[in-house]
Nanobody, 117 residues
Framework: QVQLVESGGGLVQAGGSLRLSCAAS????????MGWYRQAPGKQRELVAA???????NYAEHVKGRFTISRDNSKNTVYLQMNSLKPEDTAVYYC???????????WGQGTQVTVSS
């Protein structure tokens, strides 16, 4: 059973930076593509960044150039460096293995990111 623990969220002013971490267990981390998702109030959860097992990355258009996803397979951890944060980045951020994202029970508690203007 996959277990995911996100951390690193907080309150930051617009233009600031945060680094999120997600520790995964219960899966063979190194072979799984991982993603960072976010859900703002009243909106659906969306995928903002993904990293394949070979390190290839993809980003949603509205975070491209500001967010960087990375992974450390030795620690079963995926990171999201967020720079130049905007108020519209305010959301609860979650990580998951892309192949597990359709399983409701696979999600962690997320970490709240609040960007003030």
């Amino acid at each position: 059973q996959v277990q995911l623990v996100e951390s690193g969220g907080g309150l930051v002013q617009a233009g600031g930076s945060l680094r999120l971490s997600c520790a995964a267990s219960g899966i063979i981390f190194s072979i799984n593509a991982m993603g960072w998702y976010r859900q703002a109030p009243g909106k659906q959860r969306e995928l903002v960044a993904a990293i394949a097992s070979d390190g290839t990355t993809n980003y949603a258009e509205h975070v491209k150039g500001r967010f960087t996803i990375s992974r450390d397979n030795s620690k079963n951890t995926v990171y999201l460096q967020m720079n130049s944060l905007k108020p519209e980045d305010t959301a609860v951020y979650y990580c998951n293995a892309l192949s597990y994202s359709s399983s409701p029970g696979s999600w962690g508690q997320g970490t709240q990111v609040t960007v003030s203007s």
